[in-house]
């Protein structure tokens, strides 16, 4: 099972077994997650490695709403 969850105005946290997980740019190009357990995926923008976190959000003090909505 993967799960994905919004970390306080932070990156999407995606865990569990990768394996199953494709992950691919705008062009189709699948990143390669062979070996790592989590990848943190960026939301702020502000990330010199997209679509992964590198902790630029805490620099720029991104905030984001992080409750579920339910969908109406």
Do not use: W
Not at 54 to 63: E, N, R
């Amino acid at each position: 099972m993967i799960k994905t969850v919004a970390l306080k105005n932070g990156p999407l946290m995606v865990t569990g077994d990768l394996k199953e997980l494709e992950l691919a740019d705008a062009s189709g190009n699948l990143y390669n997650l062979s070996g790592k357990e989590k990848v943190a995926l960026c939301r702020c923008g502000a990330s010199a490695n997209k679509p992964f976190c590198d902790g630029q959000h805490a620099k720029i003090g991104f905030q984001a709403a992080e409750a579920a909505v339910k969908a109406g």
